[in-house]
């Protein structure tokens, strides 16, 4: 008898776009210096039509793709293109890796620069 490998579909599993929000918030926020921001609801409907200006975060996912817009702040003396890059790159690496889905777009948006004081220890 021969042995052969069968894949049994059990069902669909669906990730809301919600969920990738979600990952892309905590991802974007782990970066030292960002702070994902609403910025101005009026600014973000000005770039991304009505749909998701409320948390600085906006994903469209299509098919097993998805596209990512984000809005920050960084801490003033930060060098905002490299920690730009690491943003894109963290928010990669963790939709990937928690979704399987492939990051296409990831734009980062920085509307402002926080003048956070150093807490003491630091």
Excluded at 61 to 77: F, H, K, L, S, T
Excluded at 78 to 86: M, N, R, Y
Aim: aromatic letters at 2%.
């Amino acid at each position: 008898m021969k042995d052969e490998n069968k894949i049994v579909n059990t069902g669909n599993v669906k990730i809301s776009e919600d969920v990738v929000v979600s990952i892309v918030t905590i991802a974007a926020n782990e970066v030292d210096g960002v702070k994902v921001t609403s910025a101005s609801a009026l600014d973000l409907a000005e770039l991304w039509g009505k749909k998701g200006i409320s948390r600085g975060v906006r994903v469209v996912v299509e098919e097993e793709n998805a596209d990512v817009d984000i809005c920050v702040q960084m801490r003033y003396g930060v060098k905002i293109p490299q920690t730009a890059l690491k943003v894109q790159q963290n928010v990669k690496d963790a939709i990937e890796s928690m979704t399987g889905m492939t990051a296409r777009k990831i734009n980062v948006t920085v509307s402002g620069v926080s003048f956070e004081k150093e807490k003491k220890g630091e």
